[in-house]
């Protein structure tokens, strides 16, 4: 019998997550999956012999610590490993190096300049401060400004008055951080162009905005914000992979009885009496519950999976014009030996890091203006890893991995779909690029995958490929997410909800929507609440 | 000297306001200006005889008719033309016309047209929100007093009047781009570049820029003050600023052009007077002077 209690579509980490908190509050849950594997875009596959691999994200911050916890993930198998380093690799033969060491960082940043690196500890304090703000908000439902309900009403207040407390000075320059462009943030502290440059690739990664487009200095502080351990803004790389999230969090799920089922592809939500009722397969099979959670993108969601006429109008037109555009491709290579940029001993420890090419924003801009032209970037801003370094089990012996983040990419070229020649343009761009710095390195590939937005959309069923399930545009965000009126986690259908990246907070590998939604869900059922609250920040 | 108890650097059209509000409430002010004629960049040239132009400005469209009328400018000899409409010149001679809230010609259909006046309505009931603001100084936040207050308050208040479905649209609309608006309600492509453009001149952000909503939105509130849509000044924008001139000087503000400052002076770390290029010095009277 295909009856349950509660039906999530997707299981990435938001749907399984959420499913772990109503299982864990004694619902019967399953969770539909479309591919024959689960993680959607938390995942690791092996694409090329030996290789074991994060196909799509890459590293993890984001991922909430109360969360880690509460599922006892690492009891589940998760092991995360922060990563320091990092570089900028110059035209001119130089490079910037990220060195985690405070008092090695100020010696670099000097070596470029000395004012820049004496600004550096204030730049770090201001944007510490943003993080600190928004923190304690990622593990909550965003109140309705709209709504005269106490609970709205109190939350508003609350939000308001954390605002309050910053006084004039510090409110005004929090203002000017949300809706500033990176650039012009980068502007007020530094004057180097290759340490600008290197800060702002946080600002643009998978956003369809350029470094000059206000509202990117938000999408920073959105890769600030996470911690690995504790260390804020720390990043690093799940053992195994990406995938290894999702199993963790399968295995939590299905400790409180979960059950996932593969190969389920959703036709339709079953709606009877303006309620929820199920969901149908494409193949027929049709499972029965009175709650039905999509962890797809608000698109899919309401355009895709649910009949039009179940839906108020202003909430298709609202679905229609969410901005959830595609910027980024990505290549992962399987590597012979470690390559050598601008003659740095690859041995050194801003390997482990991320690595870019763009000196400067100026170069960052026009990749940007390569997007708004309908192709992909000819001088591509790349964030590139090598977590083989830092986690020995992604590779064969001696033999490295990499990962290469690639921005911009349109989602359609020139107006039309993408071909298998675009592809092949797109990836030699890339290639070149990478040559440019790195003589040894064409040599030693082994194997490339490479994916835009066409092959993310397709396989993982990221609408146009955008990796944050929507924009993080103001427009977009808190109250905004996905749409002004429809931000905690509920669909106008009764017993439908959202838990998807789409929704507040937003995307990256962070699993608070998926938790956020299983409360509002569980508040809804008059259940207790299983999902824990949110750390405070000392 | 010792004469004024405000002076204003520059005659331009803030400042020749400015010091008629000042004189009006019976301070003795004196407005000076580097160059000779008021105005500032609301100015007239001719360009070559028998032709002028305005050499700066160019419209007038955003200037407050509560202004125009409290300083009696049209008594000071303002004329304007009548609203404009915008034309948007298309190769086969069927140009695209916008004449208040009608849009026709170039092939624009039915739909076009009942978007474009349901958008206009709707820009208009956020002109208005924001005509709140503009009448006001912007409030401190934290540091309030209770004339920021009572401009937070009318803002809520009328945040609160445009009802949960505008209120919700302009939570979402006002830090995005015009290019995804202009996307969202029109198809015609040559309406959609002609309003597009309104919100990126004179800033250096493209159509695809965030924000550029927001620069519509304070031209279309500047309609909203001015009431009449954009307009030519009769003679000029030079016109203006002689207005303006002739109005602060009847309100008894002194005018003193050609005179550039070259220094602000402070005594005891407060501004008391400005020393002008010819070396002549005003100092204000004691303790309230103002700059």
Partial sequence: MNQYDAIVIGAGHNGLTNGAYLAKAGLKVAVLERNPYIGGATVSRELHKGWWYSNCSYVSSLLRPEITRDLELPRHGLQVV???????????????????????????????????ANAYDRYAADTSLQTKLIRPYLMRTPPDPTSMKPRDLRDLLEFARSFMDLGEEKLLDTIKFWTASVGDYLHEYFETDVIKAHMAGSGIIGTALGVYSPGTAYVLLHHYMGDVDGNVGAWGFARGGMGAIADALSKAFQSYGGEIICDANVDEIIVKNGQAAGVALKDGTEYRAPVVVSNL??????????NPSDLPKDVLKKARNFKIRGSSGKLNIALDGLPVFNGLDPRNRLMAGDLHFSDSLERQERAYDDWKAGTWSKDPYLDMMIPSLTDPTMAPPGKHMMSVFVQYAPPKVEGREWTDEDKDGFEKSVIDQISNYSPNFRDLILHCETRTPREIEAEVGLTEGNIFMGELTFDQLLFNRPFPGYAQYRSPIKGMYMCSSGTHPGGGVMAAPGANAAREILADLKRPNTVPGGYADD | MTDYDAVIIGAGHNGLVCASYLAKAGKQVLVVDGRHEPGGCASTREFTPGFNVSDCAQWLSQFDQSIVKDLDLKGAGLRLGKAKATISLQPDNDHLILDGDHVTGAGI???DQAAYRDFRKMVRSFAKLMTTLYRSRPPKLVEQNWTDRLTLMKLGLRLKLLGRERLRDLMRIVMINIYDVMNEHFTHSALKSTLALEAVTGTNMGPRSPNTVYSYLHRATGEHLGQTGTTQVIGGM??????????????????KLGAAVTAIVKTNDRVTGVTLASGESHIGKSGDFQC
């Fill in chain 1, 82 to 116: 922060s990563f320091g380093g990092g570089a900028t690799f110059m035209r001119n033969g130089d490079h910037f190096g990220n060195y985690s060491d405070h008092d090695r960082h100020y010696r670099e940043m000097a070596r470029h300049s000395k004012r820049d």
């Fill in chain 2, 109 to 111: 259909d039915a739909v």
């Fill in chain 2, 238 to 255: 030079g016109a203006l600023g002689k207005a303006l001139a002739l109005a602060a000087e009847k309100q008894g503000a002194t005018l």
């Fill in chain 1, 297 to 306: 993108d608000p698109k899919r969601t309401f355009l895709d999976i649910t």
